[in-house]
């Protein structure tokens, strides 16, 4: 077998020869390209053929993944090897999703079951304070679930709330990231708390900023309601002894384990306020998509595989092609923030430097990524796509079918998503009137669902999720820590004291003087 530093050689020099070529002519030079480079999964379509690579590109690239151990790698994850090995965790989140009677192990101890206990538990509790069984301190129906978390606690439910919220909401759902008080002032103005539940999410409930917004919360139910207000708490956690000592009642408290990382986490517990608002059927039409997505990237070969062929896609432009960047846009409102998810579940997973034994990794890895949602940003930042100094790839994401609104809005929506693919890769080149080239060749993936139903999320999150593993097995680093964190969450702890009066500490001249400001 080819050793991957070989492979990794045999890459870059397909990249850099694939780059000479543009990438109209490679449809030119492969009838069969379109065929090859199309992969159908679990309801999506994408289509990779308007990227950079050539045949010879895309089995340099596929011999990579064979080479870097890509599917010995995705049965340790799924057998639940320790293979997060700086925390020494499994990394199971497939399990939350597996329907009933699954057997999943951690480290070889079973937890199918117990997942399956908590998702009982959830959906039994949701289902009651939907149908009013479960009621406020007065007697009340819950109208408004305040969902208190950050990063992977919050991205997530976040993301799925925006995109199958209905139109109009039995039950109404805002959430509470930032520390920044204005953030929770503006989730409670206006609610009524004989109404409202305060869902507190945070898998290790020790997070300042959530604990901070969590009191803020229960102080406003509990001046409003006195000692009846703790009735309007509930959490999600894996720190159950933290909840209890916040006042949570420990049958309004949903755990999860270490073996689900934070940003890998909607599906579990952490997912509760939107099983509540969105109701059992939905929740678990989003598990069954993602459960899918799970069994087509476990078994399907590494050429027709979704979430390998996305990943490869990006590491030939990452690394063959050095390009540093990269757009997500959705043409789906209700799919805009899906970039904001992906910031943390690329760039928190595979922002790093150090392989998994510690050295350095030597090339490239995680682009930036950003976007919103298309046509918005076609006036946005969509002219440096076209004639900008970088070639920034973008994942188009598009859904064929919409059931809201007029018709043909989606018509319009979609013609936009296809013209601009179009026009990226082709460009119009305009040599009398420079201001006026487009220079083209700037590629894309295309990722079509036929409607955004809970079950196309679901799939759509589990392919970026298992993307990115892969990416992380071919640069070879721990995929599921992020040790980047902790300077900036430890000196935040020492400023705070020291912006509340305490001794000041040994600083840099620049810092020590903006607190010196600020003590004024
Ligand atoms: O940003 C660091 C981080 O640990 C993320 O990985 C995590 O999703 C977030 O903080 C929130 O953590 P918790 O769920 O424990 O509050």
């Known amino acids: 077998m080819t050793q991957p530093a070989a492979a990794w050689t045999a890459l870059e020099a397909a990249a850099r020869k694939d780059g000479a070529t543009r990438i109209v002519d490679h449809f030119k030079a492969e009838p069969d390209r379109l065929e090859r480079l199309v992969v159908d999964a679990c309801g999506l379509r994408l289509d990779l053929s308007k990227q950079p690579w050539?045949?010879?590109?895309?089995?340099?690239?596929?011999?990579?993944?064979?080479?870097?151990?890509?599917?010995?790698?995705?049965?340790?994850?799924?057998?639940?090897?320790?293979?997060?090995?700086?925390?020494?965790?499994?990394?199971?989140?497939?399990?939350?999703?597996?329907?009933?009677?699954?057997?999943?192990?951690?480290?070889?101890?079973p937890v199918s079951r117990?997942?399956?206990?908590?998702?009982?538990?959830?959906?039994?509790?949701?289902?009651?304070?939907r149908s009013g069984e479960i009621r406020g301190a007065t007697g009340k129906a819950f109208r408004t679930i305040v969902h208190i978390g950050i990063g992977g606690s919050d991205l997530g439910p976040r993301l799925v709330w925006r995109a199958l919220k209905p139109l109009e909401p039995a039950i109404d759902l805002r959430f509470v990231g930032n520390v920044d008080p204005a953030d929770v002032a503006q989730a409670l103005a206006g609610l009524d708390p004989e109404t409202?539940?305060?869902?507190?999410?945070?898998?290790?409930?020790?997070?300042?900023?959530?604990?901070?917004?969590?009191?803020?919360?229960?102080?406003?139910?509990?001046?409003?309601?006195?000692?009846?207000?703790?009735?309007?708490?509930?959490?999600?956690?894996?720190?159950?002894?933290?909840?209890?000592?916040f006042g949570i009642a420990a049958d309004r408290v949903f755990g999860f384990e270490d073996w689900v990382g934070g940003r890998y986490s909607v599906m579990s517990a952490v997912g509760l306020s939107c099983a509540i608002a969105l109701g059992r059927v939905a929740f678990e039409d989003l598990l069954a998509g993602a459960a899918a997505m799970d069994d087509h990237f476990r078994a399907a070969p590494l050429a027709t595989n979704a979430p390998v062929m996305l990943a490869l896609a990006h590491v030939f432009n990452r690394n063959g092609l050095g390009r540093p960047m990269r757009v997500v846009e959705p043409y789906a409102e209700r799919l805009g923030l899906l970039a904001n998810y992906l910031q943390q579940l690329e760039?928190?997973?595979?922002?790093?430097?150090?392989?998994?034994?510690?050295?350095?990794?030597?090339?490239?890895?995680?682009?930036?990524?950003?976007?919103?949602?298309?046509?918005?940003?076609?006036?946005?930042?969509?002219?440096?796509?076209?004639?900008?100094?970088?070639?920034?790839?973008?994942?188009?994401?598009?859904?064929?079918?919409?059931?809201?609104?007029?018709?043909?809005?989606?018509?319009?929506?979609?013609?936009?998503?296809?013209?601009?693919?179009?026009?990226?890769?082709?460009?119009?080149?305009?040599?009398?009137?420079?201001?006026?080239?487009?220079?083209?060749?700037?590629?894309?993936?295309?990722?079509?669902?036929?409607?955004?139903?809970?079950?196309?999320?679901?799939?759509?999150?589990?392919?970026?999720?298992?993307?990115?593993?892969v990416e992380g097995v071919l640069w070879d680093i721990d995929s599921f820590d992020q040790w980047g964190v902790e300077l900036g969450k430890s000196l935040a702890g020492k400023v705070l004291a020291e912006l509340e009066g305490g001794e000041p500490d040994a600083h840099d001249p620049s810092t020590a003087a903006l607190i010196r400001r600020l003590r004024e």
């Open 196 to 245: 409202t539940l305060v869902v507190a999410v945070s898998k290790t409930f020790t997070t300042q900023e959530t604990m901070a917004n969590a009191f803020a919360a229960r102080t406003w139910l509990r001046e409003a309601l006195g000692p009846k207000a703790d009735g309007h708490l509930a959490a999600a956690s894996t720190n159950l002894p933290a909840c209890a000592a």
């Open 54 to 109: 050539s045949r010879a590109g895309l089995a340099a690239a596929l011999a990579l993944a064979g080479a870097a151990g890509v599917e010995a790698a995705r049965e340790r994850m799924f057998s639940g090897q320790a293979i997060n090995v700086t925390e020494g965790r499994a990394v199971l989140h497939m399990a939350l999703r597996a329907p009933d009677g699954a057997a999943f192990h951690a480290e070889g101890r």
């Open 347 to 469: 760039m928190e997973s595979n922002g790093k430097r150090v392989t998994l034994g510690g050295e350095p990794v030597g090339r490239a890895t995680a682009a930036a990524v950003f976007g919103n949602a298309g046509t918005n940003d076609q006036h946005a930042f969509f002219q440096m796509l076209h004639q900008g100094a970088d070639i920034i790839p973008v994942d188009f994401v598009a859904v064929a079918r919409s059931a809201e609104g007029p018709p043909r809005q989606q018509t319009i929506l979609l013609a936009n998503a296809i013209a601009q693919a179009e026009a990226l890769m082709t460009g119009k080149a305009n040599a009398a009137e420079p201001h006026r080239d487009f220079p083209g060749d700037r590629p894309s993936s295309f990722i079509l669902m036929d409607q955004l139903t809970p079950h196309a999320l679901g799939a759509l999150i589990a392919l970026y999720e298992h993307k990115v593993f």
């Open 114 to 129: 117990g997942v399956e206990t908590v998702r009982a538990r959830i959906y039994a509790f949701a289902e009651a304070v």
